[in-house]
């Protein structure tokens, strides 16, 4: 039983169809747009940089990484670099994107690599998309690094507030099947991180525990599944 609920919390992964989008729409769609431009190399993608950014919880992350999965799907090569890689890669000309997270948090090194990337990535030229918790302009880094995140796209994200979480959650809830009582959203909004990704995720799983189960989701099936977990 144990290992079935934590096999069920795996969920499917960031994509940009299930990103929470809330008042976020421009970012999405811009992506989205990006994503469907032609690929081959008479035709690249827009290789205009594209900036993110806005506080944890807001969903940055969660663009790059589906982003980084749509391209790996279609078969393509992407840079990741994000504040805990310890050892960036060599830039690649195979690379059809340069991805950078969370550049808020670059040390030195970090800084020297993104830049390195950057640099090359323009003369490809290849699209940088990142994102960190500042606006460009107020980012601590080096100035020349600094100033490239910000001549792009650049999309301030907002985190959701509990209003419109209750909404996502719902809509996500009805498009399963499932009617979440206003007792339970309570539950699941004060006992659990208010993540937006985080909260989808663990409707995933008592989605799943509950068909297991064959039971409603109630706060006593959730404590059960968390005791099991």
Not at 71 to 94: H, I, M, Y
């Amino acid at each position: 039983m144990k290992q079935l609920v934590l096999d069920m919390g795996l969920g499917k992964g960031p994509s940009l169809s299930n990103f929470c989008v809330g008042p976020n729409a421009a970012a999405q769609e811009h992506l989205q747009l990006w994503l469907g431009q032609p690929s081959h190399a008479a035709v690249p993608r827009s290789p205009v940089p594209t900036y993110l950014w806005g506080s944890s919880g807001c969903g940055k992350s969660h663009l790059l990484h589906a982003v980084r999965s749509a391209l790996q799907a279609q078969g393509q090569r992407v840079g990741w670099l994000n504040a805990t890689t310890s050892v960036a890669d060599e830039f690649d000309n195979a690379w059809v994107a340069v991805l950078l997270d969370d550049v808020h948090a670059f040390d030195a090194a970090q800084q020297q690599a993104a830049f390195n990337w950057f640099v090359n990535a323009q003369t490809q030229p290849i699209a940088v998309l990142a994102a960190g918790n500042l606006p460009p302009a107020d980012l601590q880094l080096r100035d020349d690094l600094r100033t490239r995140l910000g001549w792009g796209h650049v999309f301030a994200l907002q985190t959701l507030d509990d209003t419109q979480r209750r909404e996502v959650l719902r809509a996500n809830a009805l498009a399963r099947g499932i009617a979440l009582s206003d007792e339970v959203m309570d539950f699941m909004l004060t006992r659990f991180s208010r993540d937006l990704g985080s909260l989808i995720e663990l409707l995933d799983l008592m989605d799943g525990y509950a068909l297991q189960t064959q039971r409603a989701i109630t706060i006593p099936l959730i404590k059960t599944m968390m005791d099991n977990a």
